[in-house]
């Protein structure tokens, strides 16, 4: 998905401002390490909203210049798609729009409002993304789930909760020096806007509507994650290609800016999988599947799989970033599992409650121990306590069949029984 968005950027710099342009903005989303990093994650949505997100540009620009029928029913379809892609889909809206307006607005001199619409965008095909987007409001306000409840209800992802340090973390990704050079082509771009209404403007438009809703709105305290950021960022990498191969300066002026950004992004790329392999809490032997310190799941999963027997089940309180992320549960503790990615606290507790007579051992966050015989009964006896040298006390472990007091596990006796065999490079 990360190349696929290296080449439409090519096809839409191109189309703005040459194929010199199209060509810097293919290398520069090519060697951001913020794109190089988001395109590793096979589950996660941020490559594949990338991508869709971009060719929804490309289409607006190609219907204008040269309308089809094929591209009429390719640009319904394609977003339809990205309504199902990810968190991230309802900034969609506004970009449509503004392509579908804008074009109108600079439609050949003779040509009406309508016969213009009719050849690009009046196709039957539009039902797809409205119902997809219909069903998911629906699974949303009436169910209260699906990733547009997520998106909307809980995380206000849209309204930028992971946005917080947008700004420092667009710096680090990019470099401290690199990012000015984005930033200028910006201020470049931005000058030269002679109209507020323009195809154009297409690049500058897609950097607002993803990266305006995180540095206007976002809550005190919150936190941020690189893959909300990386369609803003590459947005801004593109605009800067165009900017660049637009400016009123000599042709090779422009190949120098283009190609020194470029070098800085590769040197980014390359200082960031550095910091990777040696950070204390990422590299190969330390990685806990969390960016934060040890929280005991190793430890946790050495003792049920110890105390285990086939057929038996096993609850985490999964939170995102407390390091129980259900791919994790499932791959340490090697057995079914219920778990819910990325929920409020208590969520998983009234989602599985109803299914604890199925669930043999349960694997909580200390902090949430009240909770297990609030909503599981007091069938689950205590059976470990789960320490670290860094935090203290981080998981307990309820059991069914545990009797007598809890065993006491130190991560640092346990963890070596997964060193060897699962890693972030090995998983």
């Known amino acids: ?208 509507v993803y990266t305006a809703p995180f540095l206007l709105t976002i809550p005190p305290g919150s ?38 950004l470029c070098l800085l992004l590769l040197l980014g790329a390359g200082e960031s999988a550095y910091g990777w392999w040696k950070h204390p809490l990422l590299g190969t032997r330390n990685f806990h599947g969390t960016y934060v310190a040890n929280v005991g799941f190793k430890a946790a999963a050495e003792w049920v799989r110890r105390n285990a027997r086939p057929g038996d089940r096993v609850f985490s309180d999964a939170a995102g970033g407390a390091g129980l992320e259900p791919p994790l549960v499932a791959m340490y503790f090697d057995m079914p599992y219920y778990a819910l990615y990325d929920a409020p606290q208590i969520e998983p507790y009234r989602r599985f409650a109803p299914r604890a007579r199925d669930v043999t051992t349960l694997v909580v966050q200390a902090k949430n121990r009240g909770l297990v015989t609030r909503h599981f009964g007091p069938e689950f006896r205590e059976a470990a306590v789960v320490s670290t040298a860094e935090r203290g006390e981080v998981l307990r472990v309820f059991d069914r069949r545990h009797e007598g007091p809890p065993d006491r596990v130190l991560s640092v006796e346990a963890d070596p029984a997964f060193d060897a065999k699962y890693s972030l490079l090995c998983p």
Not at 16 to 26: D, F, K, N, V
Not at 148 to 164: P, S, T
Not at 248 to 258: C, D, F, M, N, Q
Request: glycine share 10%.
């Open 223 to 260: 936190t941020f994650t690189r893959g909300y950021i990386v369609h803003g960022v590459n947005a801004l990498l593109l605009l800067t290609a165009v900017a660049y191969h637009r400016a009123p300066w000599p042709r090779v002026a422009a190949y120098l800016a283009t190609g020194g």
């Open 1 to 208: 998905m990360g190349a696929l968005c290296s080449y439409v950027a090519f096809l839409i710099g191109r189309r703005l401002a040459g194929s010199a342009a199209g060509l810097a903005a293919a290398a520069l989303l090519a060697a951001s390490p913020l794109n190089i990093m988001e395109s590793r994650h096979l589950g996660a949505p941020w490559m594949y909203e990338e991508v869709l997100q971009l060719v929804i540009s490309w289409l607006v620009l190609q219907l204008h210049d040269a309308p089809s029928g094929r591209l009429r029913v390719a640009l319904p379809v394609v977003v339809g798609a990205s309504v199902w892609s990810g968190n991230q889909m309802m900034a969609t809206v506004p970009l449509l729009a503004y392509g579908v307006v804008a074009g109108t607005r600079e439609r050949s001199q003779g040509a009406s409002v309508g016969e213009y619409l009719r050849l690009r965008y009046l196709t039957a095909w539009w039902v797809l993304p409205s119902v997809s987007t219909a069903l998911l409001a629906y699974d949303a306000v009436a169910l209260r789930r699906g990733h547009l409840f997520h998106a909307l209800f809980e995380k206000r992802h849209e309204l930028g909760w992971y946005g917080q340090n947008w700004w420092q973390d667009l710096k680090w990704a990019l470099g401290n020096v690199g990012v000015w050079f984005a930033v200028l082509g910006f201020v470049l771009f931005a000058s030269g806007v002679r109209r507020l209404l323009s195809l154009q403007l297409l690049p500058l438009v897609a950097f607002v």
